[in-house]
């Protein structure tokens, strides 16, 4: 597999740190005039578009910046790459649908970085929810916390970081969607950049409260106030309530509590999402469900920030 | 002070477990027809307002079923008569603005059952609150989880019940004041009856976002589906999140991270909130902040129930 990865603001780790023997960085550029990109591997370009057309690589890993991703993600799928993007997929409704177009007029693979669902205690909720039944699932609970520390300049503006609401909020979004496995009804949200450190327009807060289909609830409550001296970058949590019982993962530890009474569960070893993503692409499996997944979530977050914005409860 | 106790549906034993030398239940009377009261102590009367005419207490101990105890508390203030009572303060804003009018008109002290917020872990948070700096606060998470259990037939009708939001909810809400110290600006909710084991419309779930003053913001998640197997009844939480610091309370524990990391607090002895009151009404001290706390969480309760109806944000 020939990659070429377009910039360098994302999680391109995912990729960096799992290539197998048969996956290769052919070529990288950055994804808008400003981003600095360098790498060890693979051939320099100065403009993604040239070295989409002069390369043809077989895959484009595309993290630039958030806002200004969509485009590329575009161009890559109407070149017959595939395409594993940071999420949110785009910024905005309209590109959005332009990238569903060019995906469903493809053969192509289409994933999304949501990299933190493979961690071992969410890969563990997963596995347990596939083997036991917790009834019908009623409420799911999300929480991202994360420290604020030295945002990069493209965060400060909506344009190109798209807001907390996609960028943070699409890993509560993405779990609500996976756990629950329910179409979203309404959302509605707040979110304020008030104390943000002088980070422009990037809000430091943000809580979500979600309708899913059959009258399940979800709630999603997002920060940037962790403090620095906390032990990890993150606070994660989620929380899924069933009728027949409750899992949870907070602080590394996943618990569950039934009718056999509260227990925490040991924790599985971690997939890797890149990986995943190969193996899927080569077996031919899971095509239609990965770019669903990342195009679904991209549509919540922007519903989601689009309720935010005007204060109001929006019906899908 | 002579007590007389009204119903027999909510937190009673927060006065019979804590009267002192100076207390006594002189009398008990249902709240509404139908309610079965029984007390080893003071004189049985079948009608609360004979009760009141003939005895005239000097305190009232409203807990009769939540959506009828208005009249009560209503007729007590407007007799002179100090009022303990259960949460919501009324199942209408009607009766609501009512209670407000005959307190304001008169010089007794109202307080409402928040009895829980005096329980160890949530004392230690507000302790810590007031001699701690956690900077300005700007998210408070709040979650209620209850067993089902056998809800008496009262809480299947909202005219007697008043709502989940209402009844479960109100301790949520009375947190995110009580802590955050910030007026409500926009509610937003949803709940669903889904599930609540054929109690009739009691909502056995629901969630809700806040828009406080300054731009601060809260969540509630509320259900009644902790498993009947779970160590204790509730799973009770909050989280108060300040930018220079965020403390919570979860399983009996209390924990604080900030600029020196994180750690548990020590539990300090819980006062009781019976005795708080008395306590209060003989000194003469907090008698604005009683009636306040009560009656503006009543009021959030309401509008909040109001916007899960109609899934609609609410400005106040």
Request: proline fraction near 3%; include cysteine.
């Amino acid at each position: 597999m020939k990659i070429a990865v377009i910039g360098s603001s994302g999680h391109k780790n995912y990729v960096f740190e799992t290539l197998d023997r048969q996956s290769e960085i052919v070529a990288y550029a950055p994804g808008v005039e400003g981003e600095e990109v360098s790498y060890e591997k693979g051939r320099a370009y100065g403009n993604w578009k040239t070295l989409i057309d002069e390369v043809r690589p077989e895959m484009v890993v595309n993290n630039t910046w958030y806002g200004s991703a969509a485009p590329v993600t575009l161009y890559a799928l109407k070149k017959g790459c595939h395409v594993f993007a940071e999420k949110p997929l785009s910024g905005t409704e309209e590109e959005l649908a332009q990238i569903d177009k060019a995906w469903k007029e493809s053969s192509v693979y289409l994933g999304g970085m949501f990299g933190i669902s493979y961690e071992s205690p969410l890969h563990t909720v997963n596995e347990y929810l596939k083997s036991h039944d917790l009834g019908d699932i009623r409420i799911i609970n999300t929480q991202k916390s994360y420290k604020l520390g030295k945002r990069a300049d493209f965060c400060k503006d909506r344009d190109t970081y798209t807001g907390t609401i996609p960028w943070v909020g699409a890993h509560g979004i993405d779990w609500i969607y996976r756990y629950g496995k329910k179409q979203f009804r309404t959302v509605t949200a707040f979110h304020s950049a008030v104390g943000n450190g002088g980070n422009g327009s990037l809000e430091s807060i943000a809580v979500c409260a979600f309708k899913l289909e059959g009258e399940a609830l979800a709630t999603l409550t997002i920060d940037y106030l962790r403090p620095g001296a906390a032990e990890t970058h993150g606070d994660d949590r989620t929380r899924i309530v069933g009728t027949k019982g409750i899992i949870e993962a907070q602080g590394g530890k996943v618990t569950v509590v039934d009718d056999q009474g509260t227990r925490e569960l040991p924790l599985l070893e971690a997939p890797l999402i890149f990986p995943e993503f190969l193996k899927d692409i080569r077996a031919g499996k899971g095509r239609e469900e990965w770019a669903h997944h990342a195009l679904y979530v991209t549509e919540i977050c922007l519903k989601t920030r689009l309720a935010a914005d005007r204060e109001e409860s929006l019906t899908l």
